[in-house]
């Protein structure tokens, strides 16, 4: 037998070289003798098996091909009885041994390194829903063939089909197949398609990560330094810890830091008391009890550790007892963090080795993407409504007072500051955000949104000059209170709020205005002074701002124009999210885009 073995209390065991699997001889009488092996769950197993059972096979055979489709690794268990003594063992040939066995059972083991395993495991988390197929080798030796895992179809492999096929199923393969890709020039024909790798290498993830990147947005997560290169060539890069991740519930979390707290006070004190006693003791203060303690550390000693001075064992002692209260924890509290190579290589570490920080990502993502694009319609909006009162309307003497001025934009920078305070939804919504500022939707936004500001101003203007009597107003003359200023400045005040009111998007990715409170306090705010300010409630403050009295006719239109003027808007905005709704990027398209250049630059 090419094996080792080894004699124990129970009998005796040896392990074939080579082989994953073990024997146990018992020393009971009779001998019972037992096999042990691990194998990957494989049809062509099954078949030497059937060979070597001769009892309990129908038990083995029906839960086996319940788990069979899961790619599993299992650890099978047959016995026998020998009459042979256990001295006899060493010079038994294998094939005596494996025949005439019966199955005891087995137990199952799931392991990430095989493609069954890894297209099992992407079913149950939803990553494939579509039927898998498994590239691997030919059962005929020529080329290569796509396998489902429980070999009812056998499709030939052909790299100019792969695109086609995964129109209809969700596509496996391992390492070995990526090194055919390499040599035969198809890793841009066949990857970018494939959804599940199993069994891959550093260097091949890396290859991997590159492919991807050229028509897709992608996020790698790792935790060892085998990660590290797929993580630099991602978009996005995190790093995992191993670490125990944070209990959910708040009560369990009450339950650990109480734990935790009672654990950390014990060590405390058993490490004050010990350090007193051994600081008694060696300024002979100490009492009996101290010698008493003394006399049992003493006896606990090693002899390796006797020729230690009595300060040294004390220092060793301490440091012994820090670290524990340093690294020992409950599993429950919050983990000591030790970065590694996947977080120097990352810019987002996971301080758990669970992968559920990815969505916080993709969350904040969408929110700080979203947030962008409206903070630059707002500030379009504002920019083109300013351009055309500092132009136009300063031609004829329209200006605006100091203190009005500086109102305005107290009311700007603090909508400014409180839209940034939306916070993300804690659900991932299905709906995306659009991806650029460049698109149809905003432009359509923008441009129809200035018309109706710009209609509302000059109607308002128009209307104003009306009750005014005629005067030539030069531009360049000094700011003074008229009717026009006024209803200018009325006018700017709610083109400002309805700007920020109706461009603001809250659900489905940040909190709506009514959940984002001092935004919508803010908004209530500027509504209110509008209001006070045209109905001329509080004359005072009218004289304050400079604002002179408005007729009753021209108050009560520019109340009704107001209204109008947001709810025309409002409509507007959310008409154009029905037609115009963020789209998932085409990738196949630039995937191909980028296959084609590469191949041109390699015949040229």
């Known amino acids: ?118 297209c099992h495991v992407a079913s149950q988390v939803h990553i494939i829903s579509k039927p898998a197929l498994i590239l691997g080798p030919a059962r005929n030796g020529d080329g290569y063939e796509w396998i489902s895992p429980d070999e009812a179809e056998i499709i030939q492999y052909s790299d100019k089909e792969v695109e086609a096929l995964s129109e209809i199923y969700d596509l496996c393969i391992g390492g070995d197949c990526i090194e055919m890709l390499q040599r035969t020039s198809a890793v841009l024909r066949v990857i970018p ?85 051994k600081a008694l003791i060696l300024n002979g203060e100490g009492s009996s009890k101290g010698k008493g303690t003394s006399r049992s550390d003493t006896t606990n000693i090693s002899s390796s550790n006797r020729h230690l001075t009595a300060a040294e064992m004390q ?27 996947a977080s120097m290589a990352s810019p987002f570490t996971a301080k758990h080795a669970s992968v559920a920080p990815t969505m916080d990502i993709i969350r904040q993502g969408r929110s700080t993407l979203v947030t962008t694009l409206q903070m630059f319609k707002i500030l379009g909006l504002n920019c083109l409504a300013t351009a055309y009162v500092l132009s136009v309307m300063y031609l004829d003497g329209v200006k605006l007072g100091d203190v009005q001025a500086t109102i305005s934009g107290i009311f700007t920078a603090a909508f400014f500051l409180f839209i940034s305070h939306a916070c993300p939804l804690p659900t991932l919504s299905a709906t995306r955000p659009h991806p650029n500022v460049f698109c149809s939707y905003v432009f359509l936004s923008l441009m129809g949104q200035f018309a109706m500001h710009l209609f509302f101003l000059i109607l308002s203007v128009k209307e104003a000059e009306k009750y005014m009597p005629e005067e030539r107003i030069e531009p360049d003359s000094n700011f003074h209170p008229n009717l026009v200023n006024t209803v200018s400045y009325m006018v ?16 489905p990715f940040n909190q709506s205005i009514a959940e984002n409170k001092p935004f919508l306090y803010a908004l209530l705010g500027a509504v209110c002074f509008f209001t006070f300010i045209t109905s001329d409630l509080f004359r005072d403050l009218n004289d304050w701002l400079k604002l002179v009295l408005l007729p009753v006719g021209l108050r009560n239109k520019l109340m009704v ?44």
């Open 1 to 118: 037998m090419n094996g080792s073995c080894c004699l124990h209390s129970g009998g005796i065991c040896w392990l074939w070289k080579g082989l994953r699997k073990l024997w146990i001889i018992s020393s009971l009488v009779p001998l019972k003798l037992y096999r042990i092996d691990s194998l990957m769950c494989h049809h062509h197993m099954l078949r030497r098996i059937r060979n070597i059972l001769v009892k309990g096979l129908v038990s083995y055979l029906l839960p086996i091909k319940n788990i069979i489709l899961g790619g599993v690794v299992f650890i099978n268990c047959y016995y026998t009885y020998v009459t042979f003594l256990v001295s006899e063992a060493r010079s038994l040939d294998r094939d005596i041994v494996e025949s005439g066995l019966t199955f005891a059972g087995f137990a199952v083991m799931i392991t990430g390194d095989q493609a069954l395993t890894a």
């Open 193 to 277: 398609y494939v959804k599940v790798f199993a069994r891959v290498a550093p260097e091949q993830k890396e290859l991997i990560l590159t492919t991807f990147k050229m028509g897709r947005i992608t996020l790698m997560c790792g935790d060892g330094t085998n990660d590290v290169g797929a993580q630099k060539q991602a978009n996005v890069g995190v790093a995992l810890l191993n670490a125990v991740p944070p209990s959910q519930s708040g009560k369990s979390s009450e339950t650990s830091k109480d734990e935790s707290t009672e654990s950390v006070k014990s060590k405390k004190s058993k490490l004050t008391l010990e350090a007193t006693g």
């Open 315 to 341: 220092r060793r002692k301490l440091k012994k007892l820090m670290d524990e209260l340093n690294e020992e924890g409950d599993g429950h509290s919050a983990p000591i963090v030790k970065l590694g190579d």
């Open 492 to 507: 700017s005040m709610m083109l400002q709020v309805a700007t920020f009111a109706v461009n603001y998007m809250g659900h």
């Open 561 to 604: 124009w107001a209204f109008l003027l947001f709810l025309c808007c409002y409509s507007w905005e959310r008409l154009l999210r029905l037609p115009f709704p963020g789209k998932i990027p085409s990738w196949k398209k630039r995937q191909r885009v980028a296959t084609a250049n590469l191949e041109k630059k390699k015949h040229a």
